[in-house]
Nanobody, 122 residues
Framework: QVQLVESGGGLVQAGGSLRLSCAAS????????LAWFRQAPGKERELVAT????????KYIDSVKGRFAISRDNAKNTVYLQMNSLKPEDTAVYYC???????????????WGQGTQVTVSS
């Protein structure tokens, strides 16, 4: 069992930055692949970024490449999402997710956080 708690969301102007954090419970944190998803109003939840068990492999959707960075600290049981050059279209609820397998869609996720709101004003 893994519990995930996100923090760091908020309101920011376009071009600004935010760093999301997701703290996990459990002693097997390093065995989980981690991901960040987001869901905008009226849209489906979409995968934003993933990070491998060791942190050595990261993947991003095209719309955030070069602006977002996912990282993890297994000693602190925490995964981060650094978001720079934010755009109004990044506005969404951001969710932390964990899985023992590769994460490609919402169906691959075993555990979800409660979500944190990110709002980017123009």
């Amino acid at each position: 069992q893994v519990q995930l708690v996100e923090s760091g969301g908020g309101l920011v102007q376009a071009g600004g930055s935010l760093r999301l954090s997701c703290a996990a419970s459990g002693r097997t944190f390093s065995t989980y692949m981690l991901a960040w998803f987001r869901q905008a109003p009226g849209k489906e939840r979409e995968l934003v970024a993933t990070i491998s068990w060791s942190g050595g492999i990261t993947k991003y959707i095209d719309s955030v490449k070069g602006r977002f960075a996912i990282s993890r600290d297994n000693a602190k049981n925490t995964v981060y999402l650094q978001m720079n050059s934010l755009k109004p279209e990044d506005t969404a609820v951001y969710y932390c997710a964990a899985s023992l397998a590769v994460v490609a869609t919402t169906r691959d996720v075993a555990y979800w956080g409660q979500g944190t709101q990110v709002t980017v004003s123009s």
